[in-house]
């Protein structure tokens, strides 16, 4: 369930327990729509998974440069650009090593794949959530724009 409602600091939570992921009323349509891309990423990419240590040494930084990488690709298949957020927020959070990236690339690429086959009306069931191994190679995504960017804005 997607609620509106306060977050604390954050601009969003994803809550696995109750199923519901909130995201904060005052912040722009835009905002809203980034963000929303990136708390599927978090249920995407396993984080929300039991067991998974997300407070964890790593753990916690880990999920969210992977969680925003994901939604930067999401966002920008929908035409939002998203840059201006997501390259300092994965920059700190990954404390600008970029060995932290690379080492999410994988997980980065199934996930966003799994949310693009659903956009564009497929399963997506090539890659299970939290399985970046077995990833398809790398390949073009999705031009931006034009009725995807509405079913995304509307879903």
């Known amino acids: 369930m997607l609620v509106r409602e306060a977050c604390g600091q954050a601009n969003g939570l994803t809550d696995p327990q109750a199923r519901t992921v909130r995201i904060r009323p005052d912040?722009?349509?835009?905002?809203a729509v980034k963000t929303l891309a990136h708390e599927l990423?978090?249920?995407?990419?396993?984080h929300a998974a039991e067991g998974y240590d997300y407070r964890g040494c790593r753990g916690r930084a880990?999920?969210?440069?992977?969680?925003?990488?994901v939604a930067y690709i999401v966002t920008a298949w929908a035409g939002l650009d998203a840059g201006a957020y997501t390259v300092p927020y994965v920059a700190a959070w990954s404390a600008g090593d970029t060995d932290v990236v690379r080492a999410a690339?994988?997980?980065?690429?199934?996930?966003?794949?799994r949310i693009l086959d659903h956009l564009d009306g497929g399963e997506?069931?090539?890659?299970?959530p939290g399985d970046g191994d077995s990833a398809p190679p790398a390949g073009p995504v999705a031009q931006p724009g034009g009725a995807r960017a509405r079913v995304l804005a509307t879903a």
């Open 124 to 128: 997506g069931t090539e890659n299970p």
């Open 41 to 46: 990423a978090h249920i995407e990419c396993g």
């Open 105 to 113: 690339a994988a997980a980065v690429a199934a996930a966003a794949r």
């Open 62 to 69: 880990e999920a969210e440069a992977e969680a925003e990488s």
């Open 27 to 31: 912040v722009a349509d835009a905002q």
